[in-house]
């Protein structure tokens, strides 16, 4: 099947994305500032907080690669041992529908995966996504907007192609390709990342097993009516959620029935409750009670004192 390219999305969680910040939106100045993190008697770490990844068309992004000389290139040995003369700019690319923690760790793989990195990451739009893998739930301007916010995250490179080309590495000056290690094959060939790899230019990343789009939407169709009720009590209409009139009523009497239910139930504890605190005074009051019945009628009580009192007057 042409252009079939499985992307880390539904396999784990390792790429796959939409976007968030639409291409032609104005460029957004990052800003930093410094927080307190931790002290300790000799000093203060402080950790940056800065803005969201700059866009590849925004200026910053635009200025600081034309600083780079392309024509020296940076080896994995150089990159590892961190003495290369500049970051390192790392490339990872997805879908990253519904933004999740696989997402995140995948990312978060490609940017420490040597010393110093400049971590680019590609979106694929809708046009392509939906041609080549299918509807998306998030569109391409939130798909965008929620990698822009990840902290690992440099730039983000929207419209971001398919299958990568030497072309598209030179524009982007990219050193390196960071994805997982298992073949993506097309009818033109059995790894479109072969070519990468073969050049000493392929950063393995490894999959989060247990998350990812497919795995949350699956959740979400598995609960899909106590999810719709949940709309449905929040405001939602029927036509907000595309459904019929019949199931909308369906599912509203169904909510009635368990708020019954929750209600019958929470009645059940309360009466267990006050039993208990009943059984709990009984108690108290049967301990008072035995006590005073010893003060009186035990060995040593009061009558018993009384009687031996007595008989001595007599």
């Not at 019945?293 to 007057?313: P, T």
Request: proline share 3%; with cysteine.
């Amino acid at each position: 099947m042409a252009g079939r390219k499985r992307l880390r999305d539904d396999a784990d969680s390792t790429l796959n994305g939409d976007a968030v910040g639409s291409r032609r939106s104005k460029p957004t100045r990052r800003f930093s500032c410094n927080s307190a993190s931790s002290q300790t008697e000799d000093h203060a770490q402080k950790e940056t907080c800065r803005g969201p990844a700059p866009f590849s068309h925004d200026e910053e992004a635009r200025l600081t690669r034309e600083k780079i000389d392309y024509s020296i290139k940076i080896t994995k040995e150089t990159a590892e041992s961190g003495t290369a003369h500049r970051p390192v700019r790392v490339y990872a690319d997805g879908i990253y529908d519904m933004f999740h923690s696989g997402h995140a760790r995948q990312l978060m793989q490609a940017k420490t995966c040597f010393p110093n990195v400049y971590l680019l990451v590609g979106v694929c739009n809708d046009e392509l996504t939906h041609k080549m893998k299918g509807r998306t739930v998030m569109n391409e301007t939130e798909r965008y907007e929620a990698i822009r916010h990840c902290r690992y995250v440099d730039e983000i490179v929207p419209d971001a192609p398919w299958i990568l080309g030497e072309e598209y590495l030179e524009k982007h000056k990219i050193d390196f390709v960071a994805h997982d290690d298992i073949p993506y094959g097309t009818d033109d060939s059995e790894d479109i990342y072969q070519w990468i790899k073969d050049k000493g230019m392929f950063v393995t990343t490894q999959r989060t097993e247990g998350i990812s789009t497919t795995d949350v939407i699956a959740r979400i169709i598995k609960d899909y009516d106590l999810y719709v009720r949940r709309n449905l009590a929040r405001g939602y209409s029927a036509k907000d959620l595309n459904v019929s009139f019949m199931k909308e009523k369906k599912l509203i009497f169904q909510e009635k029935v368990d708020a019954i239910k929750e209600k019958i139930a929470s009645k059940k504890s309360q009466v267990v409750d006050k039993s208990h605190e009943l059984i709990d005074r009984w108690e108290e009051k049967s301990r008072d009670f035995i006590g005073n019945f010893l003060e009186l009628f035990g060995r040593d009580g009061r009558i018993n004192q009384w009687l031996n009192e007595g008989r001595l007057k007599m």
